[in-house]
């Protein structure tokens, strides 16, 4: 025999406080987790292209020693490439083909000393170059900015290092 149902509720559904309250406290867990990873945190993503920037800066000097060649990272305000002392493109690791790496919405700036050709060149000993015949002189600073979020990578004269 069935219970019987009070004449009001007669085939009305919902939910009861128990289950409303289980619903938002997942709901809440989720906001506080998971959704900060979801959404496009600046500081990180200005310095994980700072740190690109600078593998690929390493990655020509490096490829100048060992292979007895210049090679040298051509900069524009959204883009790097990594090419051979002609200009030819290279392949860099990470990267997909031989084209410009991106780092929208990041830009490039604020290259100083200027860097009138638009490149740093290393020659075989490693030493960076701002021209085909002019080393670099004082060290060499690549702003990269994303809204109001700054980083740099710092090319050493002589030596080379990348920091």
């Keep these: 025999m069935r219970p019987a149902r009070p004449q009001g509720r007669r085939g009305r559904g919902g ?3 128990l289950e409303l309250v289980a619903v938002l406290s997942i709901v809440g867990l989720l906001a506080v987790f998971v959704l900060p990873r979801l959404t496009n945190a600046p500081g ?10 600078a593998g690929s800066v390493r990655y020509a000097q490096s490829l100048a020693m060992s292979r007895g060649q210049r ?7 959204t883009s790097y490439q990594v090419t051979d002392g002609t200009g030819a493109p290279i ?9 410009p ?4 919405p990041a830009t490039l ?6 860097l009138t050709a638009g490149y740093i060149a290393f020659d075989t000993l490693g030493t960076p170059y701002v021209s085909p015949t002019l080393p670099l002189a004082a060290a060499a600073t690549i ?3 994303s809204g109001t979020d700054t980083a740099s990578v710092t090319v050493a004269p002589e030596t080379g290092r990348v920091r």
């Design 44 to 53: 990180v993503t200005i310095s994980a292209v700072a740190s690109q920037v």
């Design 101 to 104: 790496v991106s780092v929208a």
């Design 143 to 145: 702003l990269i900015t």
């Design 91 to 99: 392949v860099q690791p990470m990267a997909s083909g031989t084209g």
């Design 15 to 17: 939910f009861s406080l």
């Design 109 to 114: 700036s604020g290259f100083n000393p200027p």
């Design 71 to 77: 090679y040298r990272v051509a900069f524009t305000a």
